[in-house]
């Protein structure tokens, strides 16, 4: 592994570990599942230390949580039975709250008893204050209208005493509740709070029970199946609940039912107050005999056994709320489970068409091998049609598979017209060369056989397809007609996009350079003038032909050149005599040819003696 690897592998890692991290530290709280009120709130259970058994709100809560998830209709049911049942189990246990209370009135502390005689004087003196404030509105209403305003002074001092005394009970009331006395307010005060905060769950909207259902294809498919199979977890777990809670009110019951029976016997069995004459002493108990109750005290007995077989009746009933709440629970994982085993069928068929697909794919590609390689066609014809065919078939998988794992989008023309858009900026080369080649065709385009000049690159044009110009590379235009061998293309945009020169006429005209070393010793302007018109007469035709040509190009305007040859002399750079460089223009086709020619002629030209000369 590279160094710059191993740099990009931590870097990797380092992100992996943020990234956890960042999942640990944004993970959902307790309380945010369906359950998290079931981990988070005590049990149905007496307290140690307190008279008052603590009142179960989670198996409601619970219940409203799982309820948000029920999407389908045969789910909705189940779910508005199993709030129904938790919300009617909540009353009940307020009900049995209450009556534990009446049975069992709590001890108060010192503290709650001295609170407890302050509320008492404070509610006396506004039972008094209030039957002030009635009999003075009835005075005023019936009274003189000399004596109104004396009558209207004491009412307005008896209503702000009366004020007085009211936020007095109110303050000494809530000193009470928390010194542990005032049970009966507490409760009262938490059913008022259940009764409010159920109102404002039927006034709200019903909001979307996940986002899971949005999504589509195998992908969406497998998240619902995740889903549903954790809520058959919550609603097992939902239903375990209940069940235990049952059972531990059960077995409660049962105890408290032993507890009631010893009592009712007890009761039984102790003599009320006896019947005698008046102003007759009462009998004298027989030894061993329970004493007798005053009726007052055999009334506070009587109050206790009926708060007690209240208390068992409404322990009865919610025992069997929870257990109906259970057998809910079951039939809502029965109905979860089989969306859930559905849902698992349709991604089993959905993965059996991608596989499928797969294979598929496989056997083309092999059937093609076999059938291209019985054909008598070019080796590269058949791996290009290979190559298009294969590509072809993969494309098609790929779409096919990501329609699957993905479902069908759901603004089909706009994500064609996106695809549409995409597909154009990525085969801008393609669109371009098509229009390039009817500009190609056009009366200024090149045709095969042409010389050409695209993008630096020269050469005769040998082919010239709807999207691409392959060019023959030759050298440069002073070894025009010897080409490298190599076949260059093009795409035609360069036809819109690019420039290109097309050196090509009739006679496919170039200029080319005949240059003369002639010594110091001999007569170079003889040389030069015999040089230029052997070039003339040779060629005459050919430059003829080049105006006439070069004029038709010029569209009937007068260019500023000619075709006639060109002679310059100048000191050879060697500095070994005189040299005499000739330009004509030539066919491409007969350029060594003439240039062979004149090069002789030059040669015959300088072996011949100097005029004047001395022969030896």
């Given at each position: 592994?590279?160094?710059?690897?191993?740099?990009?592998?931590?870097?990797?890692?380092?992100?992996?570990?943020?990234?956890?991290?960042?999942l640990?530290?944004?993970?959902?709280?307790?309380?945010?599942?369906?359950?998290?009120?079931?981990?988070?709130?005590?049990q149905?259970?007496?307290?140690?230390?307190?008279?008052?058994?603590?009142?179960?709100?989670?198996?409601?809560?619970?219940?409203?949580?799982?309820?948000?998830?029920?999407?389908?209709?045969?789910?909705?049911?189940?779910?508005?039975?199993?709030?129904?049942?938790?919300d009617?189990?909540?009353?009940?246990?307020?009900?049995?709250?209450?009556?534990?209370l009446?049975?069992h009135?709590?001890?108060?502390?010192?503290?709650?008893?001295?609170?407890?005689?302050?509320?008492?004087?404070?509610?006396?003196?506004?039972?008094d204050?209030?039957?002030?404030?009635?009999?003075?509105?009835?005075?005023?209403?019936?009274?003189?209208?000399?004596?109104?305003?004396?009558?209207?002074?004491?009412?307005?001092?008896?209503?702000?005493?009366?004020?007085?005394?009211?936020?007095?009970?109110?303050?000494?009331?809530?000193?009470?509740?928390?010194?542990?006395?005032?049970?009966?307010?507490?409760?009262?005060?938490?059913?008022?709070e259940?009764?409010?905060?159920?109102?404002?769950?039927?006034?709200a909207?019903t909001?979307?029970?996940?986002?899971?259902?949005?999504?589509?294809?195998?992908?969406?498919?497998v998240?619902?199946?995740?889903?549903?199979?954790?809520?058959?977890y919550?609603?097992?777990?939902?239903?375990?609940?209940?069940?235990?809670?049952?059972?531990?009110?059960?077995?409660?019951?049962?105890?408290?039912?032993?507890?009631?029976?010893?009592?009712?016997?007890?009761?039984?069995?102790?003599p009320?107050?006896?019947?005698?004459?008046?102003?007759?002493?009462?009998?004298?108990?027989?030894?061993?005999?329970?004493?007798?109750?005053?009726?007052?005290a055999?009334a506070?007995?009587?109050?206790?056994?009926?708060?007690?077989?209240?208390?068992?009746?409404?322990?009865?009933?919610?025992?069997?709320?929870?257990?109906?709440?259970?057998?809910?629970?079951?039939?809502?994982?029965?109905?979860?489970?089989?969306?859930?085993?559905?849902?698992?069928?349709?991604?089993?068929?959905?993965?059996?068409?991608?596989?499928?697909?797969?294979?598929?794919?496989?056997?083309?590609?092999?059937?093609?091998?076999?059938?291209?390689?019985?054909?008598?066609?070019?080796?590269?014809?058949?791996?290009?049609?290979?190559?298009?065919?294969?590509?072809?078939?993969?494309?098609?998988?790929?779409?096919?598979?990501?329609?699957?794992?993905?479902g069908?989008?759901?603004?089909?023309?706009?994500?064609?017209?996106?695809?549409?858009?995409?597909?154009?900026v990525?085969?801008?080369?393609?669109?371009?060369?098509?229009?390039?080649?009817?500009?190609?065709?056009?009366?200024?385009?090149?045709?095969?056989?042409?010389?050409v000049?695209?993008?630096?690159?020269?050469?005769?044009?040998?082919?010239?397809?709807i999207?691409?110009?392959?060019?023959?590379?030759?050298?440069?235009?002073?070894?025009?007609?010897?080409?490298?061998?190599?076949?260059?293309?093009?795409?035609?945009?360069?036809?819109?996009?690019?420039?290109?020169?097309?050196?090509?006429?009739?006679?496919?005209?170039?200029?080319?350079?005949?240059?003369?070393?002639?010594?110091?010793?001999r007569?170079?302007?003889?040389?030069?003038?015999?040089?230029?018109?052997?070039?003339?007469?040779?060629t005459?035709?050919?430059?003829?032909?080049?105006?006439?040509?070069?004029?038709?190009?010029?569209?009937?305007?007068?260019?500023?050149?000619?075709?006639?040859?060109?002679?310059?002399?100048?000191?050879?750079?060697?500095?070994?005599?005189?040299?005499?460089?000739?330009?004509?223009?030539?066919?491409?086709?007969?350029?060594?040819?003439?240039?062979?020619?004149?090069?002789?002629?030059?040669?015959?030209?300088?072996?011949?003696?100097?005029?004047?000369?001395?022969?030896?």
């Amino acid at each position: 592994m590279s160094p710059l690897q191993r740099i990009f592998a931590v870097l990797v890692l380092a992100l992996l570990a943020a990234t956890g991290y960042g999942l640990w530290a944004t993970r959902p709280p307790a309380s945010a599942t369906p359950l998290g009120a079931l981990r988070a709130a005590p049990q149905a259970a007496n307290v140690p230390g307190n008279t008052l058994p603590a009142v179960d709100e989670s198996t409601l809560v619970a219940a409203q949580r799982l309820a948000r998830f029920a999407t389908t209709p045969e789910e909705a049911p189940l779910a508005q039975t199993a709030v129904q049942l938790a919300d009617h189990e909540l009353d009940l246990a307020f009900a049995g709250a209450l009556r534990h209370l009446e049975a069992h009135p709590p001890v108060l502390s010192p503290e709650a008893l001295a609170i407890q005689e302050r509320l008492t004087r404070a509610e006396q003196r506004l039972a008094d204050d209030s039957d002030r404030v009635k009999h003075l509105t009835g005075a005023l209403a019936k009274g003189a209208d000399t004596a109104k305003a004396a009558i209207q002074d004491q009412l307005d001092l008896a209503q702000a005493q009366q004020q007085l005394d009211q936020d007095e009970v109110a303050q000494a009331n809530d000193d009470l509740m928390r010194a542990g006395g005032n049970e009966h307010q507490r409760i009262a005060k938490m059913q008022q709070e259940h009764e409010a905060a159920a109102q404002r769950r039927l006034e709200a909207p019903t909001a979307a029970a996940t986002g899971v259902g949005t999504l589509k294809g195998l992908v969406g498919e497998v998240r619902q199946w995740m889903a549903l199979h954790r809520r058959v977890y919550w609603l097992g777990r939902a239903q375990a609940h209940a069940a235990e809670s049952a059972a531990q009110l059960e077995a409660e019951g049962k105890e408290l039912a032993a507890e009631f029976a010893a009592r009712k016997e007890q009761a039984r069995g102790t003599p009320g107050p006896a019947a005698s004459p008046a102003g007759a002493a009462p009998e004298a108990a027989a030894p061993g005999a329970a004493p007798a109750l005053s009726s007052s005290a055999l009334a506070a007995v009587t109050r206790h056994l009926a708060a007690e077989q209240s208390r068992l009746t409404i322990r009865a009933q919610r025992i069997a709320a929870r257990q109906r709440l259970a057998e809910t629970y079951r039939q809502w994982g029965v109905v979860v489970e089989g969306e859930a085993n559905a849902l698992l069928h349709s991604c089993l068929l959905d993965v059996t068409i991608v596989l499928s697909l797969l294979l598929l794919l496989i056997v083309i590609d092999r059937s093609l091998e076999k059938l291209l390689s019985r054909t008598s066609i070019d080796r590269r014809q058949v791996a290009t049609l290979r190559s298009v065919v294969g590509v072809s078939c993969q494309v098609v998988g790929v779409v096919v598979i990501l329609l699957v794992l993905v479902g069908m989008p759901n603004q089909l023309g706009t994500m064609i017209g996106l695809a549409g858009a995409g597909l154009t900026v990525a085969l801008k080369d393609f669109i371009i060369g098509f229009l390039g080649w009817f500009v190609l065709m056009g009366k200024h385009g090149i045709r095969v056989g042409d010389w050409v000049e695209i993008n630096g690159v020269s050469g005769e044009v040998v082919e010239l397809g709807i999207f691409h110009t392959v060019l023959l590379e030759t050298g440069n235009w002073t070894d025009a007609g010897h080409p490298t061998g190599r076949r260059v293309t093009f795409t035609n945009a360069f036809a819109i996009e690019g420039h290109y020169f097309n050196f090509s006429t009739t006679g496919q005209w170039l200029w080319d350079e005949l240059l003369v070393m002639v010594p110091f010793d001999r007569d170079a302007h003889r040389i030069a003038a015999a040089i230029q018109q052997e070039v003339t007469e040779a060629t005459a035709e050919s430059t003829r032909q080049a105006e006439a040509e070069w004029q038709r190009a010029a569209r009937g305007r007068q260019p500023g050149f000619t075709a006639q040859p060109g002679i310059a002399i100048r000191p050879a750079p060697a500095g070994g005599g005189i040299e005499i460089a000739v330009r004509y223009v030539t066919r491409a086709s007969e350029r060594y040819a003439l240039r062979a020619r004149l090069y002789q002629s030059a040669v015959t030209l300088l072996s011949q003696p100097q005029p004047g000369a001395a022969r030896p």
